[in-house]
Structures are given as structure tokens and as C-alpha cells.
């Protein structure tokens, strides 16, 4: 009993009522007033533009393809660096309708994995067969055994998150 009070004594001050509703205000309401303050600029411009934008990346979205045409190395020693290159048959869209993305992490004992840093791969121009590439050289953040994914997401500075689309591929 005495353990909980003291519990509840030390976490109630940081966790309440009034730390969520700053929270969800400056996480969420904010946002979210910015974002209709843009939308509603211009006569509606911006938010017509993203509208397109969206219609046309579903339309497009099941046709993309991707594939890693790097070397992957079975394993790299503390200091090397890690070169990853992506091959994305982007189908009409644009480099910069694409954000390919490669996280870092580790596999917990129940096997999920936990996210430790995450980077962005950048567009490099075309390949011989007419796709974009994009591409990341980084030393990995921490030394021990690691776990990357790539995964690749439609990306438009307008959306209000990043993963609002709710597609993704990943590799």
C-alpha cells in the first residue's frame, strides 16, 4: 500500500487531465489549425492540389515496384559503413511523391522489433531501366546486433501526417 501511494504521489503530477489536454494540443489541435489555415489560402489552392495529388497516388499505388540493388552485406563490424540503394519503379509519380525510408532497430526477446532511428533514403537520379533510385551511406547509430527495414510510403509536405495514405511497401 505504502509502495502504490507512493507511486501515485510521484506520477499523478505528470500524468493528468491537464497534461493531455496539452498534450492533444500541441500535438494535435495546432496542427490540425495550421493545416486549415493553409488549406483554406489561396482559395482553397493547396488543398485542391493535395485532393489531385491523393487521387492520383491511389490510382498509382498498386503498380509500385521496388527492389534493393545494393550488395546487402551478411554483416558489418563497428565503424563500417552501410550502403543501401533502392531501385523504385515510381510509375508515373514523382521522385518527391516517394519517401523511401530505412529503420533501425532491435528484435526484442518476444520478437518485435524496437525502433531506434530512422533515416531517409534520397533520390539519386534514374537507373538504366528507368527507375528512380534512392540512396542511404550511414554507420549504424549503435554497435551489437541490429535489424533494419525499408519501407516505402507516398509522401506530400501537405499531408497532415506522414502516413495518413495508409500505403506502404515494404522490402
Known amino acids: 500500500v505504502q509502495m502504490s501511494k507512493a507511486s501515485m504521489r510521484s506520477i499523478l503530477p505528470r500524468f493528468n487531465s491537464e497534461r493531455m489536454v496539452l498534450d492533444y ?4 489541435y495546432l496542427a490540425a489549425l495550421r ?21 492520383n497516388v491511389r490510382v498509382k499505388w498498386p503498380l509500385i515496384r521496388a527492389e534493393r540493388v545494393d550488395h546487402a552485406l551478411p554483416h558489418l563490424t563497428h565503424g563500417e559503413v552501410l550502403e543501401l540503394r533502392v531501385a ?10 516517394i519517401r ?3 529503420q533501425f532497430g532491435q528484435m526484442s526477446n518476444s520478437a518485435h522489433f524496437e525502433l531506434n532511428a530512422h533515416y531517409t ?5 534514374l537507373d538504366d ?9 550511414l554507420q549504424p547509430p549503435l554497435a551489437g546486433l541490429q535489424v533494419y527495414r525499408i ?6 509536405p501537405a499531408l497532415t501526417h506522414p502516413y495518413e495514405m495508409g500505403c506502404m511497401l515494404w522490402l
Do not use: M
Request: glycine share 10%; charged share 35%; aromatic share 6%.
Open 88 to 97: 523504385v519503379d515510381v510509375d508515373g509519380l514523382s521522385a518527391d511523391d
Open 25 to 28: 494540443t500541441r500535438g494535435f
Open 129 to 137: 531501366k528507368g527507375r528512380q533510385l534512392y540512396a542511404l551511406k
Open 100 to 102: 523511401v525510408e530505412c
Open 121 to 125: 533514403l534520397e533520390p539519386e537520379g
Open 35 to 55: 493545416n486549415g489555415k493553409a488549406f483554406h489560402a489561396d482559395d482553397g489552392r493547396l488543398a485542391r492540389e493535395l485532393a489531385e495529388w491523393k487521387s
Open 151 to 156: 519501407r516505402i510510403v507516398p509522401h506530400h
